[in-house]
C-alpha cells in the first residue's frame, strides 16, 4: 500500500549555490497526492511545484523545478532520492527559498528524519511504472538507458581525468533497503578547478569542503577523506534514484548510466513517456511491493552519518 510519513519534521541549512539560510519542512500528504515541493515564501503566485518530470528545466549543477507560474525550487535531487529510497509516495515538502538546503551534501540528514519520525500506511495500492522495452539517449560521450527489469536496478559508470576519481562502476538493487545502507550518506563531489570556476561565476556560494567531497588532482581536500572508496560514483547512482523518481511512481527497470548527469536522466523520462509501448502502469500486489525501491527498509534503524 501507498505510504507517507507520520508527522511532520524539518531540515535548516543553507542553499548550495546561493549560501542563504533555508528551511524544509516534509509535511504528511494523502494517497496518490505525491511529491509537491511549496515555496512558502511565495505568496504572489502559485507556490506548489509537483515532482514531476514534465516540471523539470534543465541546468547542468543540479535538478530545477518550474510551475507554470515560473516558481521554482532547485537541487531536490537529494530530499527525492531520500523520500524515493525510503518508500515514501505522497508529501507534501515545504521550503522557504528558492534552494533545497544541502546540509551535508548526500541524503543521509533527510534519511535519519525520515526514519526518525516513521511511516504512515495508507488505504490506496501503490501503483508502479513497468518498462517493458529498452529506451536510450545519448549527449556526445553520456548515455543514459532504461530497460525490463524485475526491480529498479541502477548500474552506472564515471570517467574523470583526477586520479582521486578515476574510473568508478557501481550496479545496486535499490530494493532490500539498499539506498540507505549503501548510497544515501555519499556526498555531492566536484573538482578545485570546478569551484574556482563557479565561485568566479556567483555559484556554490554555499559550498564548503564540510557539504561536497572536492578532489585536486591526486588529491582530496575534504577533511577527513571519503566515505567510501568509490563515494563518488554512489553519488551519482544517488542523484540517478532522485531524478528517476520524478516520473510520479516507484520504477521498475534497468536504469544505465554512462557519463550520465541530470538532464541526461530527464531527457531519459521524456523518452520514456513519449513512447506509450515502452512502459505500463501496474498495481502492485506484495510480491511486486517488495522489489520496489524502499522496500526493506528497517525503520527505526537509524543509520550513523559518518
Same mark, same amino acid.
Given at each position: 500500500? +501507498?505510504?507517507?510519513?507520520?508527522?511532520?519534521?524539518?531540515?535548516?541549512?543553507?542553499?548550495?549555490?546561493?549560501?542563504?539560510?533555508?528551511?524544509?519542512?516534509?509535511?504528511? !500528504?494523502?494517497?496518490?497526492?505525491?511529491?509537491? @515541493?511549496?515555496?512558502?515564501?511565495?505568496?504572489?503566485?502559485?507556490?506548489?511545484? /509537483?515532482?514531476?518530470?514534465?516540471?523539470?528545466? +534543465?541546468?547542468?549543477?543540479?535538478?530545477?523545478?518550474?510551475?507554470?507560474?515560473?516558481?521554482?525550487?532547485?537541487?531536490?535531487?537529494?530530499?527525492?532520492?531520500?523520500?524515493?529510497?525510503?518508500?515514501?509516495?505522497?508529501?507534501?515538502?515545504?521550503?522557504?527559498?528558492?534552494?533545497?538546503?544541502?546540509? *551535508?551534501?548526500?541524503?543521509?540528514?533527510?534519511?535519519?528524519?525520515?526514519?526518525?519520525? $516513521?511511516?504512515?500506511?495508507?488505504?490506496?495500492?501503490?501503483?508502479?511504472?513497468?518498462?517493458?522495452? /529498452?529506451?536510450?539517449?545519448?549527449?556526445?560521450?553520456?548515455?543514459?538507458?532504461?530497460?525490463?527489469?524485475?526491480?529498479?536496478?541502477?548500474?552506472?559508470?564515471?570517467?574523470?581525468? #583526477?586520479?582521486?576519481?578515476?574510473? +568508478?562502476?557501481?550496479?545496486?538493487?535499490? &530494493?532490500? =533497503?539498499? @539506498?540507505?545502507?549503501?548510497?544515501?550518506?555519499?556526498?555531492?563531489?566536484?573538482?578545485?578547478?570546478?569551484?574556482?570556476?563557479?565561485?568566479?561565476? $556567483?555559484?556554490?556560494?554555499?559550498?564548503?569542503?564540510?557539504?561536497?567531497?572536492? @578532489? *585536486?588532482? #591526486?588529491?582530496?581536500?575534504?577533511?577527513?577523506?571519503?566515505?567510501?572508496?568509490?563515494?563518488?560514483?554512489?553519488?551519482?547512482?544517488? *542523484?540517478?534514484?532522485?531524478?528517476?523518481?520524478?516520473? =510520479?511512481? /516507484?520504477?521498475?527497470?534497468? %536504469? +544505465? =548510466?554512462?557519463? !550520465?548527469?541530470?538532464?541526461?536522466?530527464?531527457?531519459?523520462?521524456?523518452?520514456?513517456? &513519449?513512447?506509450?509501448? &515502452? %512502459?505500463?502502469?501496474?498495481?502492485? *500486489?506484495?510480491?511486486?511491493? !517488495?522489489?520496489?525501491?524502499?522496500?526493506?527498509?528497517?525503520?527505526?534503524?537509524?543509520?550513523?552519518?559518518?
Amino acid at each position: 500500500m +501507498q505510504n507517507t510519513i507520520k508527522s511532520p519534521l524539518s531540515f535548516d541549512g543553507v542553499g548550495l549555490h546561493s549560501g542563504t539560510p533555508v528551511r524544509l519542512t516534509v509535511l504528511p !500528504a494523502p494517497a496518490s497526492h505525491g511529491v509537491v @515541493f511549496r515555496r512558502v515564501d511565495v505568496v504572489d503566485a502559485s507556490n506548489e511545484i /509537483p515532482a514531476l518530470w514534465n516540471h523539470v528545466r +534543465q541546468s547542468p549543477l543540479c535538478t530545477r523545478l518550474v510551475n507554470s507560474d515560473g516558481v521554482s525550487v532547485s537541487t531536490v535531487e537529494h530530499i527525492m532520492a531520500a523520500l524515493v529510497g525510503c518508500g515514501v509516495h505522497n508529501a507534501v515538502v515545504e521550503v522557504n527559498g528558492p534552494e533545497v538546503p544541502i546540509l *551535508d551534501g548526500s541524503s543521509a540528514v533527510f534519511v535519519r528524519g525520515l526514519l526518525s519520525t $516513521g511511516l504512515k500506511r495508507l488505504d490506496s495500492p501503490v501503483l508502479a511504472l513497468r518498462v517493458l522495452k /529498452p529506451v536510450e539517449v545519448r549527449k556526445g560521450k553520456a548515455i543514459a538507458r532504461i530497460s525490463p527489469h524485475e526491480t529498479l536496478l541502477i548500474e552506472f559508470n564515471i570517467e574523470f581525468e #583526477d586520479a582521486a576519481i578515476g574510473e +568508478q562502476k557501481k550496479t545496486l538493487n535499490m &530494493a532490500n =533497503g539498499s @539506498f540507505v545502507r549503501e548510497l544515501s550518506n555519499s556526498r555531492t563531489f566536484c573538482r578545485k578547478a570546478d569551484v574556482d570556476q563557479m565561485r568566479a561565476n $556567483g555559484l556554490a556560494l554555499g559550498g564548503t569542503l564540510e557539504n561536497a567531497v572536492v @578532489f *585536486d588532482g #591526486d588529491n582530496v581536500l575534504s577533511p577527513g577523506g571519503l566515505r567510501h572508496r568509490d563515494e563518488a560514483v554512489r553519488h551519482k547512482m544517488l *542523484d540517478a534514484l532522485g531524478d528517476l523518481g520524478l516520473a =510520479g511512481m /516507484p520504477i521498475l527497470g534497468h %536504469y +544505465q =548510466g554512462f557519463r !550520465a548527469g541530470h538532464a541526461l536522466t530527464n531527457n531519459l523520462l521524456h523518452a520514456l513517456f &513519449a513512447d506509450k509501448n &515502452a %512502459y505500463e502502469v501496474v498495481e502492485c *500486489d506484495p510480491n511486486m511491493a !517488495a522489489r520496489l525501491p524502499g522496500a526493506g527498509v528497517h525503520w527505526g534503524e537509524i543509520p550513523e552519518v559518518a
